[in-house]
């Protein structure tokens, strides 16, 4: 299984999958905990962590999407129910449900299924084989939930199967497929929500600044080295130290061509236009902090001064 693919294909992998998977194991996992220690009922004594501690739940449900040509875009998938005894799935719910998404989105196929944990399991392979009647080349999506702080891709592996002679015996094995993060602007917007919500634990306003404007700076740290290793790769083609690949090139071209329409005119106006509407904005929220500032400190002084006058037969003017 440490192989990889030799099928050619092209996988293009779509967010929504992941806040899926991920969705469904953290409701999964949610519900299978057990209550905590002091919920004992008629004061009976907590369990231990020992005897509580289980393993992590597995989900499975099927992905869904599209294939032209070479290339396979996942772009949505479902749930399904799984008998752990059996290692096999829930035949009529996939049928039912595959029909009411057929009814919603008619171009859309089952082109696998997916599950979570760090890696493929045999028994895996027995699902794997039970789908390929409704897919004859089904792909594999696993999403480990554990959290590696010191892992910088996402935790999501595409594995497909291909029959390879081991010890003389033909045998189907589950092997990596590369793929790519491919969005469209509804996505990009979800995304950016759900990367923005507020977190549980009644994190501050600073505490959220500081992580957004640590994840700019990864981002940005990021594409600067990409655009790093694709310069000195450009500068090694130039010199003739690696073979020239023309799609590389093309691909090159077609971002620096998208360069100079920041640079027009047109641009500069609208760019103007938004940061003086910014600045005028915050202009007159300042005006408008700085108004209410100032009718608190005269109502708090006609307050003192009535006082005063009552006391002294004094009246205000203010």
Same mark, same amino acid.
């Given at each position: 299984?440490?192989?990889?693919?030799?099928? &050619?294909?092209?996988?293009?992998?779509?967010?929504?999958?992941?806040?899926?998977?991920?969705?469904?194991?953290?409701?999964?996992?949610?519900?299978?905990?057990?209550?905590?220690?002091?919920?004992?009922?008629? &004061?009976?004594?907590?369990?231990?962590?020992?005897?509580?501690?289980?393993?992590?739940?597995?989900?499975?449900?099927?992905?869904?999407?599209?294939?032209?040509?070479?290339?396979?875009?996942?772009?949505?998938?479902?749930?399904?129910?799984?008998?752990?005894?059996?290692?096999?799935?829930?035949?009529?719910?996939?049928?039912?449900?595959? =029909?009411?998404? +057929? +009814? $919603?989105?008619?171009?859309?196929?089952?082109?696998?299924?997916?599950?979570?944990?760090?890696?493929?399991? =045999?028994?895996?392979? !027995?699902?794997?084989?039970?789908?390929?009647?409704?897919?004859?080349?089904?792909?594999? $999506?696993?999403?480990?939930?554990?959290?590696?702080?010191?892992?910088? %891709?996402?935790?999501?592996?595409?594995? =497909?199967?291909?029959? !390879?002679?081991?010890?003389?015996?033909?045998?189907?094995?589950? $092997? !990596?497929?590369?793929?790519?993060?491919?969005?469209?602007?509804?996505?990009?917007?979800? /995304?950016?929500? /759900?990367?923005?919500?507020?977190?549980?634990?009644?994190?501050?306003?600073?505490?959220?600044?500081?992580?957004?404007?640590?994840?700019?700076?990864?981002?940005? +740290?990021?594409?600067?080295?990409?655009?790093?290793?694709?310069?000195?790769?450009?500068?090694?083609?130039?010199?003739?130290?690696?073979?020239?690949?023309?799609?590389?090139?093309?691909?090159?071209?077609?971002?620096?061509?998208?360069?100079?329409?920041?640079?027009?005119? +047109?641009?500069? %106006?609208?760019?103007?236009?938004?940061?003086?509407?910014?600045?005028?904005?915050?202009?007159?929220?300042?005006?408008?902090?700085?108004?209410?500032?100032?009718?608190?400190?005269? %109502?708090?002084?006609?307050?003192?001064? %009535?006082? !005063?006058?009552?006391?002294?037969?004094?009246?205000?003017?203010?």
């Amino acid at each position: 299984m440490a192989s990889s693919s030799s099928s &050619g294909l092209t996988f293009k992998l779509h967010p929504l999958v992941i806040l899926n998977i991920s969705d469904h194991y953290t409701r999964v996992k949610s519900q299978s905990q057990p209550p905590p220690p002091h919920s004992a009922p008629n &004061g009976a004594e907590p369990s231990s962590p020992a005897a509580t501690a289980s393993a992590p739940p597995r989900v499975f449900g099927c992905v869904i999407g599209v294939q032209r040509g070479r290339t396979v875009e996942i772009f949505n998938s479902f749930e399904l129910l799984y008998d752990p005894v059996t290692h096999s799935l829930d035949r009529g719910f996939l049928e039912k449900k595959q =029909e009411l998404y +057929k +009814k $919603v989105f008619p171009n859309f196929y089952i082109l696998g299924w997916y599950s979570t944990g760090s890696d493929a399991q =045999e028994s895996d392979m !027995h699902i794997h084989k039970a789908l390929m009647d409704i897919n004859e080349s089904p792909l594999y $999506v696993l999403l480990n939930p554990s959290i590696n702080h010191a892992q910088k %891709d996402l935790p999501v592996t595409i594995y =497909e199967s291909e029959l !390879h002679v081991i010890d003389g015996i033909p045998q189907l094995i589950f $092997v !990596h497929a590369s793929y790519t993060i491919e969005t469209v602007e509804a996505e990009r917007i979800s /995304v950016d929500h /759900v990367a923005h919500l507020k977190p549980s634990d009644g994190g501050s306003a600073a505490t959220q600044l500081a992580a957004h404007l640590t994840g700019i700076h990864s981002a940005i +740290k990021m594409l600067n080295s990409r655009i790093r290793v694709l310069h000195h790769y450009l500068l090694a083609m130039q010199k003739g130290e690696i073979p020239s690949e023309n799609s590389l090139l093309r691909q090159v071209s077609s971002l620096l061509r998208r360069l100079p329409a920041i640079e027009s005119e +047109k641009f500069q %106006d609208d760019f103007l236009m938004e940061y003086n509407d910014t600045l005028l904005v915050s202009y007159l929220a300042m005006f408008t902090n700085c108004s209410s500032t100032m009718n608190e400190l005269v %109502d708090k002084f006609n307050t003192a001064y %009535d006082r !005063h006058s009552r006391r002294g037969g004094r009246t205000s003017f203010i």
